[in-house]
């Protein structure tokens, strides 16, 4: 069955940098893109990225364009989030989802990034 | 900016019928938006009910069901259950690789 598990999350001050990785099973990951999705205490998900299936070609929300990047390695079937800059506003639960015909199908549990001094 | 609009909540009764609405603040909303349905409670990560309009993620319910209901996509729930009773978003393609989630309907089963 599918499963897709992050790690990396962690507290980080303002202005600094986190990691996420998204390792995924129980599908042909090579074959599909791959989002990034994120969700503030409290409040509804956010689209953040996505990468295609050929992990070249990517694209970001605005409030992350030119702070974040996705980036995949088929070989080792994991899906990274490198963020930098990092804000408050940042603060919130990251998974991973993959795509399915410009869909959402499955979805990781997340991994929880705060941004605090 | 086009939003994506959702009921904000939403009351069915044990056994009843309800639909849950996704629609555009400008425009209609079409099989081309390839409109998905997540159903989620507190604390856990959603789960997919519905995508691309009306295919049935793995393992759900019959009773869940997708559409397009005039401008609009829907998911329909027959029968509702107690377990029913989550937080639903629906997320939309919007073109050129950018997505946009509703702000999620929270149904109760009462």
């Known amino acids: 069955q599918v499963q897709l598990v992050e790690s990396g999350g962690g507290v980080v001050q303002p202005g600094g940098s986190l990691r996420l990785s998204c390792a995924a099973s129980g599908f042909s990951f090579s074959n599909y893109g791959m989002h990034w999705v994120r969700q503030a205490p409290g409040r509804g998900l956010e689209w953040v990225a996505f990468i295609r299936s050929d992990r070249t070609n990517k694209y970001y929300a605005d409030s992350v364009k030119g702070r974040f990047t996705v980036s995949g390695d088929n070989s080792k079937n994991t899906l990274y989030l490198q963020m930098n800059s990092l804000s408050v506003e940042d603060t919130a639960v990251y998974r991973c989802?993959?795509?399915?015909?410009?869909?959402?199908?499955?979805w990781g549990q997340g991994a929880l990034v705060s941004v605090s001094s | 900016q086009t939003v994506v609009t959702q009921e904000p909540s939403f009351s069915v009764s044990p056994g009843g019928t309800v639909t849950l609405t996704c629609g555009l603040s400008?425009?209609?909303?079409?099989?081309?938006?390839?409109p998905s349905w997540h159903q989620q409670t507190p604390g856990q990560a959603p789960r997919t009910l519905i995508y691309?309009?009306?295919t049935r993620s793995s393992g759900v319910p019959d009773r869940f069901s997708g559409s397009i209901l005039g401008n609009k996509a829907a998911l329909t729930i027959t029968g509702a259950q107690a377990d029913d009773e989550s937080d639903y978003y629906c997320?939309?393609?919007?073109?050129?690789?950018?997505?946009?989630f509703g702000g999620g309907t929270k149904l109760t089963v009462l």
């Open positions: 989802a993959k795509d399915e015909g410009w869909s959402f199908h499955y």
């Open positions: 400008s425009g209609s909303v079409s099989t081309t938006h390839y």
């Open positions: 691309t309009t009306n």
């Open positions: 997320v939309l393609y919007m073109g050129r690789a950018i997505w946009v």
